[in-house]
């Protein structure tokens, strides 16, 4: 039996340059999936049109637990690794109950830098929470009619370009700042124009001064929510135009469209307009449901595109997904090594030549080409990498055992 070495090598593929190309690409992991996106700044439940199903044992309840199952849980990943923060997982001590989200300072940060630093991350990414809050008000927050609260959330959101300045700062790396918001309407609104400009100008107000340096601001579309069916304020149009006319980054969501409609496909339409494209790879069965990422065909064509048009520094993959039916970490795990076998897969493959197939309009091999790299042993090179990063594809006994002697200890 050749070895795995030359069975790509005969396709012109070298899977040396392949392992250390995987290494070296951040992925932005989501700190949510611990907690079923609850947080802990007093919301104690979700809102927004986005939900978690499942009652599993053992979901992190404050700081120190989500502390101890993030490390736990990258403990078992490969590769790079950025943390994902969500506003509403500020630490704020003393502050507790007196300042609220329009207040929230780098201060409310530094635990989770020290932390991200101990554990050799390659940065913090952040997001504003724009739901699970009493200031949304009829579903709405920055294309709210009512001033005070749309000027309550246009704060929050000023307040998190303020932090993500820093948090880049703090790693050397710009922060992505995510801006993604619940604002819609359950049935047929009596005016659609409306809350979009009110949007609009409150993007505008957050953008106003922002540390062009250190922070990367993005903006995420969606089609529907839960409770959210016919209208939906941030959609697809209105921000990619909004990103293109502000010179910002649009952040695609794989669960946030049409099933029909491919981010694979959406990934190459915006790199050849913009300098970068933010990801949120997620699975949406049936709904943006926010499954458990695994290694299937979509998620290969979106590593495809963003590995053969050299794009794995224009393209930020962060993780968005979360499950509640199963245990969170391996949850996790799961989720982000399917993101890195998606990628290793994808550079495996011999792009070159089948670019070449296409351009000279040779279909007939290139159909041969693409079912014959499918057979190749990919589980081999897989293998190799997790050993070159002191892993191996036990996950689940680790978890096993951390799901013993501490999960179960939380009741
Ligand atoms: C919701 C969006 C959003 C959230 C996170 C928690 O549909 O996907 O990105 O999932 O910000
Ligand atoms: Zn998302």
Redesign the pocket.
């Known amino acids: 039996m050749t070895d795995h070495r030359s069975a790509y090598a005969a396709f012109g593929v070298d899977t040396e340059a392949a392992l250390s190309r995987l290494a070296s690409i951040p992925v932005s992991i989501?700190c949510?999936q611990g907690d079923d996106?609850i947080g802990f700044d007093g919301a104690g439940s979700l809102s927004?049109?986005?939900q978690t199903t499942g009652n599993y044992m053992g979901r992190a309840r404050n700081f120190e637990e989500l502390k101890s199952d993030i490390r736990e849980a990258f403990s078992l990943m490969p590769g790079k690794k950025r943390l994902n923060l969500?506003a509403s997982y500020a630490i704020l001590g003393e502050d507790a109950g007196r300042v609220d989200r329009d207040g929230y300072t780098f201060k409310h940060f530094i635990p989770w830098v020290e932390f991200a630093k101990e554990l050799d991350l390659d940065g913090i990414d952040f997001?504003p929470?724009f739901?699970a809050h009493p200031n949304m008000k009829d579903g709405l927050t920055l294309s709210s009619p009512q001033e005070s609260v749309r000027s309550f959330w246009v704060e929050h959101g000023r307040r998190c370009m303020e932090i993500a300045a820093e948090l880049g700062k703090a790693f050397g790396k710009p922060c992505l700042v995510?801006i993604?918001i619940?604002d819609g309407f359950k049935d047929v609104p009596a005016d659609r124009l409306g809350p979009r400009l009110r949007l609009k100008r409150s993007l505008d107000e957050i953008l106003e001064n922002y540390d062009r340096e250190w922070v990367i601001p993005a903006v995420?579309s969606?089609v529907f929510?839960i409770g959210v069916e016919s209208y939906t304020v941030g959609s697809n149009e209105f921000y990619q135009n909004y990103a293109a006319k502000r010179g910002i980054c649009c952040?695609l969501?794989n669960?946030?469209y049409h099933p029909l409609e491919y981010v694979s496909d959406k990934i190459p339409a915006l790199l050849s307009f913009y300098d970068r494209v933010a990801l949120?790879v997620?699975r949406g069965v049936r709904w943006?449901s926010?499954h458990v990422v695994l290694f299937e065909d979509e998620l290969k064509e979106i590593a495809k595109e963003i590995v053969r048009n050299d794009a794995t520094e224009k393209v930020l993959i962060g993780l968005?997904y979360?499950d509640a039916s199963i245990n969170r970490i391996f949850a996790w795990v799961t989720g982000q090594r399917s993101m890195q076998k998606a990628l290793l897969y994808a550079l495996l493959l011999p792009n070159e030549e089948m670019k070449r197939l296409q351009d000279a309009g040779d279909f007939t091999a290139l159909m041969d080409l693409q079912e014959r790299v499918k057979t190749l042993p990919f589980g081999a090179v897989w293998e190799e990498y997790l050993t070159r990063q002191g892993l191996t594809d036990d996950v689940l006994s680790r978890i096993r055992s951390y799901e013993r002697t501490v999960l179960k200890e939380r009741v």
Do not use: A, S, Y
């Open positions: 989501h949510w996106v927004g049109g986005i969500h997001n929470t739901f995510n993604w619940p995420e969606k929510g952040l969501d669960g946030h949120h997620t943006d926010d968005d979360f």
